[in-house]
């Protein structure tokens, strides 16, 4: 029988400041996140010199989408990777979307999921069912012989649910208009305003040290307040400061990692992070006054996961001859195409009532500066389950 395609997508859209107690067990987030930080890392390694952007639980949320409709080493691999238990981690995973959409967030975190199906293909009933129940995944069909217009359905749903910073997600020629049966699409939209607004006339021109040597200058922005940072090593015994910079919410925050001598590239560190080693900082996190300089900046990417995905061990879903989704469907589909566009601003904006509260903080002698003027890795983290939004390594703003 003939296999038919489907193309796996997710795009994400981080705006930084643009307008917990764990476990000892990873939780479902973690989980998640640890897959898609090894995704970077793939992705970072073939690319140490360049900005590389990602979302890690877009990564996982569109592996669970798909989770639903696999079967047997298709589904295992995934499995496998994510670190779910095998009877189904859907319970878990729909608590998890609960909590990082829940309205009471302050923070606008805004996650959504499609599948856009051909007309007529024969879709299982449960595996419908259950991406609704767990991932409120909409289900539309349409007719993908008009890939051009099958092409601006999907980027207008795209544009819509990233507030219009990812206008455009997939092109027609990525859809076969004879084999194309299924497109998934997950969107991931954060706002956060910094707890502590950096203000805007503090940002001067300040040089930047980029990853090739080349030294540019920059919009450095600059703010004196009290920050949580730690200094922590890597297992061969390289040391890196990690800045914790609040949103007004609380339940976020960025955490920006930077190599403490300059001599030690961010890919040295990089290996080394996991969400277990994120988790590690909180206990050696401590409060400290003092002036922080961090660029402005703003940064997106396009990544093809299916080499980084293969290289975990997450093979068989793109291959025509072993892919087993029958749980999606009768007919034999494949994964051929995984893609993902992210998109980071991060710039002063923040509540102005919490500005004018640190605004009272003034030092009593000249506090130290951390001046963040060489290439930096920063994750985007839920800190009451420990999921990685997004992350990045800078290495030109």
């Not at 991932?135 to 051009?148: I, K, V, Y």
């Not at 923040?350 to 060489?374: C, E, N, Q």
Request: some cysteine; glycine content about 6%.
């Amino acid at each position: 029988m003939t296999h038919v395609s489907f193309l796996w997508l997710c795009v994400a859209v981080v705006l930084c400041g643009l307008g917990v107690v764990l476990s000892q067990a990873p939780s479902y987030g973690e989980r998640g996140s640890d897959l898609g930080i090894q995704v970077f890392q793939q992705v970072a390694l073939t690319k140490p010199q360049d900005n590389v952007v990602l979302s890690p639980h877009g990564v996982a949320s569109i592996l669970g989408m798909l989770l639903i409709g696999a079967h047997g080493d298709t589904r295992k691999q995934i499995v496998t990777a994510l670190r779910y238990k095998k009877n189904g981690p859907y319970k878990m995973l729909r608590k998890l979307h609960k909590t990082l959409t829940a309205k009471s967030n302050q923070d606008a975190v805004m996650i959504a999921n499609a599948i856009f199906t051909q007309e007529g293909f024969p879709l299982e009933e449960n595996f419908m069912e259950t991406n609704r129940l767990n991932f409120q995944t909409l289900t539309s069909s349409m007719d993908f012989s008009d890939p051009q217009s099958a092409a601006e359905h999907i980027n207008a749903w795209v544009s819509n649910n990233t507030q219009g910073h990812i206008p455009s997600l997939i092109k027609a020629d990525m859809l076969d208009p004879a084999l194309t049966r299924l497109v998934a699409v997950n969107s991931i939209y954060f706002k956060g305003l910094w707890k502590t607004r950096f203000q805007p006339e503090n940002t001067k021109m300040r040089p930047f040290t980029a990853g090739n040597g080349n030294v540019y200058k920059v919009p450095m922005m600059s703010q004196l307040s009290v920050f949580n940072m730690a200094t922590a090593s890597t297992p061969q015994g390289l040391k890196y400061k990690v800045i914790e910079l609040p949103y007004r919410g609380g339940s976020v925050s960025m955490l920006i990692v930077l190599p403490s001598e300059e001599d030690t590239s961010l890919s040295q560190v990089l290996p080394h992070i996991s969400t277990a080693t994120v988790h590690s900082w909180n206990k050696l996190m401590h409060a400290r006054k003092f002036r922080l300089l961090i660029p402005k900046f703003t940064a997106d990417a396009e990544v093809d996961l299916e080499s980084s995905l293969t290289a975990l061990g997450i093979r068989d879903m793109f291959s025509q001859d072993k892919a087993d989704f029958r749980h999606i469907s009768s007919e034999p589909v494949f994964v051929s195409k995984a893609l993902q566009k992210v998109k980071v601003i991060v710039n002063e904006d923040g509540t102005k009532a919490s500005a004018a509260t640190t605004a009272i903080l003034l030092a009593r002698s000249s506090p130290p500066w951390v001046i963040v003027d060489r290439p930096f890795l920063f994750l985007i983290r839920h800190n009451p389950t420990g999921t990685v939004l997004f992350m990045g390594q800078i290495n030109q703003p």
